[in-house]
């Protein structure tokens, strides 16, 4: 049996990489997209996600994460957790709970601590800096605060055929206190049934919550689209509406796999970097273009 793993964002090679020699070592999808996502997450570099993230306009680092069972079409989540290490394992954890399985703020927190997951300060010395700077430049120059909406979102496929999906970010740096893009959103950012396939989604929350791209993503491939025709049909027909009836479409960018380790990836932006290992492809960096409505994908590294 195949199996695949497909990211959003080159700063998830490292997870990727980790995930993917799980899988062919026979490990879940469910336990390759956590370990892959924490990686991440771990990071202090990759500044959109976990420890490190770039704070809220409190300077405060709020985190979303997501997760879901394809097969039991499970979901975890949890938004504007602050100070806890890795929000994705809350994420799955949250998943086997019948009830209550979305958690915001003090109630994500609350659950975290009484199921023993780890208390961290998410803040790094780095991050303050940039936020001081920014905010001065904001009183100085009348800048826009909003930048850096990057979310770490992965789809994967173990050799049993189960699949699953995650998204982690802290969001839009110096976000108001409180806000939640679309990361955590089912359907929204991130969808996945075992018996068609997955997709995620990055980019500008509050435009890609307008729509259900992941899962019409899916619906599309269940309707016989190969994945990378449903995300390029799905991202422009989406893109075309939110201009058609706002004026403008934020930046949306999505990944894709089904369940024969297929996979795609579109956007509406100049260029974003996404990564895929599959059994017949080791961990690789792809570049995907914008080009009049159509993705144009190039192998990195």
């Known amino acids: 049996m ?3 793993i497909i990211a959003t964002w080159e700063m998830a090679l490292e997870g990727i990489a980790k995930g993917s020699n799980g899988l062919n070592k026979g490990a879940s999808s469910a336990d390759a997209v956590e370990e892959a996502i924490k990686m991440v997450e771990d990071n202090p570099k990759y500044r959109s996600v976990g420890y490190g993230g770039l704070p809220n306009e409190d300077c405060e680092v709020e985190m979303d994460a997501a997760f879901m069972d394809g097969d039991t079409l499970s979901i975890g989540a949890v938004a504007g957790i602050r100070n806890f290490k890795n929000p994705i394992s ?3 954890k949250l998943s086997f709970e019948r009830f209550n399985c979305f958690l915001v703020g003090f109630g994500a927190e609350k659950y975290a601590l009484a199921n023993g997951f780890e208390e961290k300060n998410m803040l790094t010395e780095e991050s303050i800096g940039i936020y001081d700077e920014k905010k001065k430049k904001i009183i100085e120059e009348g800048l826009s605060p909003y930048e850096g909406h990057d979310t770490v979102g992965m789809v994967s496929l173990d050799v049993d055929g189960e699949m699953c999906a995650g998204t982690s970010t802290s969001g839009l740096f110096m976000k108001k206190k409180g806000r939640v893009g679309d990361s955590p959103i089912p359907g929204s950012g991130f969808y996945v049934d075992d018996n068609i396939g997955g997709a995620v989604a990055t980019g500008l929350g509050e435009d890609i919550m307008k729509g259900c791209i992941s899962y019409e993503i899916v619906r599309l491939m269940g309707e016989g689209h190969n994945p990378q025709e449903a995300a390029e049909k799905a991202v422009e027909k989406f893109n075309d509406k939110l201009i058609k009836r706002r004026g403008k479409a934020g930046d949306i960018s999505v990944v894709c796999m089904n369940n024969k380790g297929q996979w795609g990836a579109a956007t509406n ?27 144009e994908i190039e192998l990195i590294r």
């Open 90 to 92: 809350i994420a799955r």
């Open 269 to 295: 932006i100049e260029e974003f970097s996404f990564v895929v290992a599959t059994n017949d492809l080791k961990p690789t960096v792809y570049l995907a273009r914008n080009n009049n409505g159509r993705t």
């Open 2 to 4: 195949k199996w695949g």
